[in-house]
Each structure stands twice: as C-alpha cells, then as structure tokens.
C-alpha cells in the first residue's frame, strides 16, 4: 500500500501562486507515474498533470503553460507549482500515483487539499 500525504493548498487571490506538495511513503521511482487531479464541486474530477517516470509531462489544456508539476525523487515527493490562478482553479486537489502491474494499473490517491482562488 502507498500512502500519499499532501499540503500547501489554501486561499490565494486570482493571478497569485501556490505550490502543492506530496509526500509519498515509498520510493517514486519505484511508481510507474506520479499525477494531480482536482474535483470542483459538482463537477467529476479530472486530471490536471501527470509525470511518468520516463520524464514525459502532460497537462491539462485549461492549466498548461501556469502549472508545472515536478518531482524530487532524493525526498519522494511530488510538487504542483501553479502560477496566474482563476478562480476556476478552486478544486479539491488530489495527489495520485500510478502503478503498472500487467494488464491492470493500480491506483494510489492522497486525502485532497483545498484551494480556493477568490478576492
């Protein structure tokens, strides 16, 4: 079992930046891909950025070119530095790893931290 453990969301004013972080508690580079998604309310949630551990980075349309998702595998973790927020940003951010086993992929999700982009 792989136990994700984020931190950093919280208010911040549109056109601002915040940095996510995600703690996991076993080596990433063990893990096939590491990802941010968010859930805002009423909506499903949806997949913001992922980093695989071949180093290829996708975003999603709506945050590519603000966000930037990296990862430092010396302290297993994993970041989502997000610049220029809209208020359509406010989501439920959720920490995910990834893991390849045969045909199937395993999933790994962290507890969510709120941010809310508003004035």
């Known amino acids: 079992q792989v136990q994700l453990v984020e931190s950093g969301g919280g208010l911040v004013q549109p056109g601002g930046s915040l940095r996510l972080s995600c703690a996991a508690s076993?080596?990433?580079?063990?893990?096939?891909?590491m990802a941010w998604y968010r859930q805002a309310p009423g909506k499903e949630r949806e997949l913001v950025a992922i980093?695989?551990?071949?180093?290829?980075?996708n975003y999603a349309e709506s945050v590519r070119g603000r966000f930037t998702i990296s990862r430092d595998n010396a302290k297993n973790t994993v970041y989502l530095q997000m610049n220029s927020l809209k208020p359509e940003d406010t989501a439920v951010y959720y920490c995910?790893?990834?893991?390849?086993?045969?045909?199937?992929?395993?999933?790994?999700w962290g507890q969510g931290t709120q941010v809310t982009v508003s004035t």
């Open positions: 995910n790893a990834q893991y390849y086993f045969l045909y199937e992929t395993r999933h790994y």
């Open positions: 076993t080596t990433i580079f063990s893990l096939n891909a």
């Open positions: 980093f695989t551990n071949g180093g290829s980075r």
